[in-house]
């Protein structure tokens, strides 16, 4: 499966992006789903993930409440609706696919998107 992330930029803290995450050249819908990011000089960091049917989710601590991760099947797209952003929320966002299991772990995800920047000014 080959993943496209898009929808990074430059916003305000307090502000609103939604990244997309577009899914092509397998069954989209047996996948379950990740997000993750990697500030500089830090280790890549879980973020959210979807399984399979989008009937559980999962997020971190310091994102819940303010993020909402979705997919879309018909359109083999996930997303994360990131509101009330902070400046340590600035990183590269990587979404991610795997089968089998859903998992927080980065290394047990077998396909990766390239990022997509993610900068909240204070």
């Known amino acids: 499966v080959q993943l496209q992330a898009s929808g990074g930029g430059l916003v305000q803290a307090g502000g609103s992006l939604r990244l997309s995450c577009a899914a092509s050249g397998s069954i989209f819908s047996t996948y379950h789903m990740g997000w993750f990011r990697q500030a500089p000089g830090e280790e890549r960091e879980f973020v959210s993930a979807?399984?399979?049917?989008?009937?559980?989710?999962y997020y971190i601590d310091s994102v819940k409440g303010r993020f909402t991760i979705s997919r879309d099947s018909a359109k083999n797209t996930v997303y994360l609706q990131m509101n009330s952003l902070k400046p340590e929320d600035t990183a590269v966002y990587y979404c991610?696919?795997?089968?089998?299991?859903?998992?927080?772990?980065?290394?047990?995800?077998?396909?990766w998107g390239q990022g997509t920047l993610v900068t909240v000014s204070s």
């Open positions: 979807i399984n399979w049917s989008g009937g559980s989710t």
């Open positions: 991610a696919a795997k089968r089998t299991y859903i998992s927080s772990w980065y290394h047990e995800y077998d396909y």
